[in-house]
């Protein structure tokens, strides 16, 4: 399984972008995708997830109801609509994926739920 985030970029504060992280290997159907985000000096932290089977999505307190994730699965393609972006938001979003497991439902906010990494995208939010 390969993943191939891309969409990032220079923004300013106020503005909106949109990720895609393409999938080839598997079909995200029978897959779990996230997207995590790792700012400078810091550790890489949880964003967003999505279940295999759809259905409610997960964020990061933080962030629900500015981050929005979804998937298309016609395209096996994940996004991550982001608005009113901050220069807090500055960072590298990577895209994640895993096999399906009821655990998910517990699990989706940590790094070792995730089997498949992409390579990230970076996200500059200027003030």
């Known amino acids: 399984v390969q993943l191939q985030a891309s969409g990032g970029g220079l923004v300013q504060t106020g503005d909106s972008l949109r990720l895609s992280c393409v999938i080839s290997g598997r079909t995200i159907s029978v897959l779990s995708t996230g997207w995590f985000r790792q700012a400078p000096g810091k550790e890489r932290e949880f964003v967003a997830g999505?279940?295999?089977?759809?259905?409610?999505?997960y964020y990061a307190d933080s962030l629900e109801g500015r981050f929005s994730i979804s998937r298309d699965t016609a395209i096996n393609t994940v996004y991550l609509q982001m608005n009113n972006l901050a220069p807090d938001d500055t960072a590298l979003y990577y895209c994640?994926?895993?096999?399906?497991?009821?655990?998910?439902?517990?699990?989706?906010?940590?790094?070792?739920?995730?089997?498949?990494w992409g390579q990230g995208t970076l996200v500059t939010v200027s003030s």
């Open positions: 994640a994926a895993e096999p399906p497991r009821p655990s998910y439902t517990r699990t989706y906010s940590l790094e070792s739920t995730y089997n498949y």
């Open positions: 999505l279940a295999w089977s759809g259905g409610k999505p």
